[in-house]
């Protein structure tokens, strides 16, 4: 009976250690003001390109793909990780519990250590951690597209383009009007998620790299085939999982399951290692690609390289 007891109490700890954080998730997210109504087509209710106000010549370069079709998308001021405070990133991440396995090396952000990362086994309970060297620059793209997606919900958009500063045109994106209606028609509207514009992420090279597994997270373990690669039609792909955020079509329903997962389970993974993690997601791909990501395109996920840039 003690036993029994003990093990209750753990767990309820432990419950009460995810659930509980000196903020909500949501308190971090950036607002969106002065939108207007030049940022959409079709059947697209609006578009937005995630830009660092450090980087005006990605932006420029987006524009530049998009303006021979007349698309106008929206430009967010996106969250730039290295200048988050020390006192917010020790307040995001998954709080280590009770009963929680600290699984490998993982890393912290701690006000004590003047916000710099890290690295060690988790042991401390209470302690805000995400996973082994994810950067000050991945926490802020996080925030980011999760910053984006409760606009669009709060927006009550039924259907959204998302893209980062880094995408390059491949074919005419104004097909994406009728590749959504094709979609609706093979599962219906309420049978995808998230569509991709391209059949999958690119390394440096142009090359197509598959994602066919998920990473650890000491607080989740998903329910999804994440291997799971079907053609469905001549056009589309089902997918299990995929790397890569740089241009997404987002249906309202996958907005609510991303943002429900992170509200739920916080920071840990890099973006696209997590969004495609929350049990029952649909996700799509084309088979051709019509918009994808530049191959060798300036990043400041693992540094801040736009310091040297503007030296």
């Given at each position: 009976m003690y036993y029994k007891l003990k093990c209750i109490f753990v767990f309820l700890l432990a419950f009460n250690f995810l659930k509980l954080s000196p903020k909500e998730l949501e308190y971090y997210f950036k607002k969106i003001e002065k939108k207007s109504n030049i940022?959409?087509?079709?059947?697209?209710?609006?578009?937005?390109?995630?830009?660092?106000?450090?980087?005006?010549?990605?932006?420029?370069?987006?524009?530049?793909?998009l303006k021979p079709y007349g698309i106008v998308?929206?430009?967010?001021?996106?969250?730039?990780?290295?200048?988050?405070?020390?006192?917010?990133?020790?307040?995001?991440?998954?709080?280590?519990?009770?009963?929680?396995?600290s699984g490998d090396i993982a890393s912290s952000y701690l006000i004590q250590n003047e916000g710099r990362r890290t690295d060690e086994i988790v042991q401390n309970i209470g302690q805000n951690y995400f996973c082994y060297r994810l950067t000050r620059g991945n926490i802020g793209i996080v925030l980011?597209?999760?910053?984006?997606?409760?606009?669009?919900?709060?927006?009550?958009?039924?259907?959204?383009?998302?893209?980062?500063?880094?995408?390059?045109?491949?074919?005419?994106?104004?097909?994406?009007?009728?590749?959504?209606?094709?979609?609706?028609?093979?599962?219906g509207k309420n049978g995808w998620d998230i569509f991709f514009t391209d059949q999958d992420t690119k390394n440096k090279h142009g090359q197509y790299v598959p994602c066919s597994s998920?990473?650890?997270?000491?607080?989740?373990?998903?329910?999804?085939?994440?291997?799971?690669?079907?053609?469905?039609?001549?056009?589309?792909?089902?997918?299990?999982?995929?790397?890569?955020?740089?241009?997404?079509?987002?249906?309202?329903?996958?907005?609510k399951k991303i943002l429900d997962f992170f509200k739920q389970y916080n920071i840990f993974l890099p973006y696209d290692m997590d969004f495609t993690l929350p049990h029952n997601i649909l996700l799509f791909n084309v088979r051709e690609d019509i918009v994808s990501t530049k191959p060798q395109a300036l990043s400041d996920n693992g540094t801040a390289n736009y310091e040297k840039s503007n030296k």
């Open positions: 940022h959409k087509f079709g059947n697209i209710d609006f578009i937005y390109v995630i830009n660092l106000d450090e980087r005006p010549e990605k932006f420029q370069f987006t524009l530049d793909e998308p929206y430009r967010f001021s996106a969250v730039n990780g290295w200048k988050l405070s020390n006192e917010v990133l020790a307040d995001l991440g998954v709080k280590f519990a009770p009963g929680m396995l980011s597209h999760l910053s984006v997606l409760q606009d669009a919900f709060d927006s009550g958009y039924e259907t959204i383009w998302v893209m980062e500063d880094d995408i390059e045109v491949k074919k005419n994106p104004l097909l994406l009007e009728e590749m959504i209606k094709r979609l609706d028609s093979l599962v998920y990473a650890w997270r000491p607080n989740f373990v998903p329910s999804n085939n994440l291997a799971l690669k079907q053609d469905i039609s001549e056009d589309f792909r089902r997918t299990g999982c995929r790397y890569g955020a740089y241009s997404m079509i987002i249906r309202r329903s996958g907005m």
